[in-house]
T-cell receptor, first 116, second 109 residues
Framework: NAGVTQTPKFQVLKTGQSMTLQCAQD?????MYWYRQDPGMGLRLIYY???????DKGEVPNGYNVSRLNKREFSLRLESAAPSQTSVYFC???????????????FGDGTRLSIL | GENVEQHPSTLSVQEGDSAVIKCTYS??????FPWYKQELGKGPQLIID?????GEKKDQRIAVTLNKTAKHFSLHITETQPEDSAVYFC????????FGAGTTVTVRA
């Protein structure tokens, strides 16, 4: 099994450009998440989807939109990229939809995004 | 909400020695305590977890211990090897706080 697959792995954008990061999981998990990781800041939750058809804001949602396309796929969109959004973005999934904290999350290997 | 503090922020150990990382939590209702490892260029990966009805869990060279009275749980790595060099996280249970900065472990050859 591939687990959680993120595309692309690397991307360079110019300020103001738009971009969609793709994420797919093959574990039949209900919940999916988008994080960003910056040096010294750990991982911060951007958006999550507890189940197909629902999405909610996390800690740092400004400047981002998400779409839970189906149970497998959860995309993250930057409508007008800014240098402050330069980061490594991780997608994750977990089995349980109701109780976030009680099941492990499975992560992809990240998308490294640079915005000039 | 839940508050979890992880210490130390960095840890350097000689190969073969043991490493211990401690996390202290505030919510007495917490019942699930996972540890994640993140290697360079990779996403975090669950390495071991424990639930509140268990005091200790081992998996080869790693173990997690839970002290519910003192509200802390620890990751123990014995006989450290170079491949143990990574960042280790004990994520907060409140999803809005996400993961902290973790502990950067360096194993010296």
């Amino acid at each position: 099994n591939a687990g959680v697959t993120q595309t692309p792995k690397f991307q360079v954008l110019k300020t103001g450009q738009s971009m969609t990061l793709q994420c797919a999981q093959d574990m039949n998990h209900n919940s999916m998440y988008w994080y960003r990781q910056d040096p010294g800041m750990g991982l911060r939750l951007i958006y999550y989807s507890a189940s197909e058809g629902t999405t909610d804001k996390g800690e740092v949602p400004n400047g981002y939109n998400v779409s839970r396309l189906n149970k497998r796929e959860f995309s993250l969109r930057l409508e007008s990229a800014a240098p402050s959004q330069t980061s490594v973005y991780f997608c994750a999934s977990s089995e349980v939809s109701r109780v976030f904290s009680n099941q492990p999350q499975h992560f992809g290997d990240g998308t490294r995004l640079s915005i000039l | 909400g839940e508050n979890v503090e992880q210490h130390p922020s960095t840890l350097s150990v000689q190969e073969g020695d043991s490493a211990v990382i401690k996390c202290t939590y505030s919510d007495s209702a917490s019942n699930y305590f996972p540890w994640y490892k993140q290697e360079l260029g990779k996403g975090p990966q669950l390495i071991i977890d424990i639930r509140s009805n268990v005091g200790e869990k081992k998996d080869q060279r790693i173990a997690v211990t839970l002290n519910k009275t003192a509200k802390h749980f620890s990751l123990h790595i014995t006989e450290t090897q170079p491949e143990d060099s990574a960042v280790y996280f004990c994520p907060r249970n409140d999803y809005k706080l996400s993961f902290g900065a973790g502990t950067t472990v360096t194993v010296r050859a």
